[in-house]
């Protein structure tokens, strides 16, 4: 993928670390007892801010590739006042930066200074809350970043948990984990029993740090007994398969699916076939190699084996695998997971979702009917199908918009698959969003874009403005959105003064909540698109 399409779809990076709000400099917050030691952060803007706490041991050495572990216990209080490492970051290949939106956009995104720091040791979380150590015990809501399984990290500036904090009275957590070969590499086929779980340690992360959360949240004034976990792209991915993994069961209360329904998992025995490839181009021949081979090495196999058109998802990918064990089977197929049947889930999508990715093509605002006809022709019928499904709903939309808009029906048709699959047999309700508020930005070429609805539901808009302009429309998109996710949160129900009652979708009521100015609750709002046949 092109330079500029990795700049703009790098799921955040769109709210500044500190608001603009907090001007005095930062007092200390309270100290914390935690399990391993105490820690200490600094305010923003009057919420306690703890970054880079450890919830796991560094993952090097004899840890790598293997499930993560408790942290050791420390001396005296760690500091807690700035971000803890990223992963190893795995970013698609470059290409021409020649817009000045997007250059205006790379600066609120942080790929390439994470480029700069990215470590193996990168098991940290962040917590944002109005008052820790008060003896509340508030609702908590914990997000697990985009970049699929390949990069980013909960360290991203659209993912700053201060004004949702301090809007909702609840408790914010973000969180790193291991990623690309250093998360996902299945080495059972090559290594034996020892690496059994070597293809979803990246998981298993995720899970360890909702372990963390049970045993230590309530110091910060957080409620163990209420926690949802939320996520966007490939966070709603990772929310997805926690749904589906065992070894979560019991750790979060509700589940927010943003852009990135996990329907499927991948495939043992591929990603063995793809792990062969890496420990072949890094030399690594035997354990002992495999301890002590450099990340950076690690990181230039990947590279040499990887087709570039696996950014565009076409090759072996990085992600989770059903090994029959850690994950029994793929999430959703051939039904929805019975372990979380009481699982309220809030899942979604935004209507352009593909103009984020396909911006920076030469093609891009260029098409004509005739190279529209061609592209999709050459895409096969069903990609004909929803380009004429899309003409029909949208006459004002140009070609590029057009095809744009039907690249992304694997976000519309995934999203709907999972929400029919989980309110098929589930107790708790699943409610559905289609956010179709445009942003202004570069003359309003994105429409409703990838990532969109990260600085809304965060209640980032003012800090987000290169991403959702400066007009008020912004700011109420933010307000009803940060509303119904923290209401989702308290209750199990997302809900907003600022809309229509919102009712629960079903097979036989497939209600959706349109998010825009002026919102409103549809009836099976993209059928002709849900029903296009699998292979689309």
Known sequence: MPRTAVMLASIAGLALSVPAAAQEPPAATPVVET??????????????????????????????????????????????TGYGAPCMQLYSASGPNESEMTRRIQAIFPTSTEAKMDNEDCLFLNVWTPAAGDGNRRPVMVWFHGGGYAYGSGNWPAYNGRNLAEKGDV????????????????????????????????????????EWVRDNIEAFGGDPENVTIMGESGGGSKVSHLMAMPAADGLFDKAVIQSGPGVMSGKPAEAADYAAQILEAASVETIEDLRTVRSDEIVQAVRKVTPAEGAMGRGPQFGPIADGTIIPRDPFLPAAPEQSRDIPVLIGYNKDEMTLFVASQ?????????????????????AVAAVAAYRKRYPDYSPTHLAAIAMGTRFVRGTYLLAD????????????????????????????????????????????AALVGTGEDAQTMADMMSDAWIAFAKTGTPSSALLPEWKAYTPAARNVMELNVEPQLVDDPEKDIRELPSEL
Do not use: C
């Open 35 to 80: 399990e391993a030691g105490s820690v200490q952060g600094l305010e923003q803007g009057g919420i306690d801010a703890f970054l880079g706490i450890r919830y796991a041991a560094p993952p090097l050495g004899e840890r790598r590739f293997q499930p993560p572990e408790k942290p050791e216990a420390w001396e005296g209080v760690a500091d807690a």
């Open 171 to 210: 408790v914010v957590v973000t969180v790193n984990h291991r990623l690309n070969a250093f998360g996902y590499l299945n080495l059972a086929d090559r290594f034996g029993e020892e690496f059994a779980a070597s293809g979803n340690v990246g998981n298993l992360d995720l899970v360890r740090s909702l």
């Open 362 to 382: 030469p093609w891009f605002g260029r098409l004509t009917e005739g190279t529209l006809n061609a592209m999709t022709s050459a895409m096969g019928d069903q």
């Open 421 to 464: 699959q989980q309110a098929r047999t589930a107790s708790a309700p699943v409610y559905v969003y289609r956010l179709t508020w445009e942003t202004p930005i570069g003359g309003g070429m994105l429409r409703s874009p990838h990532t969109l609805d990260i600085p809304l539901m965060f209640d980032n808009a003012k800090e987000s």
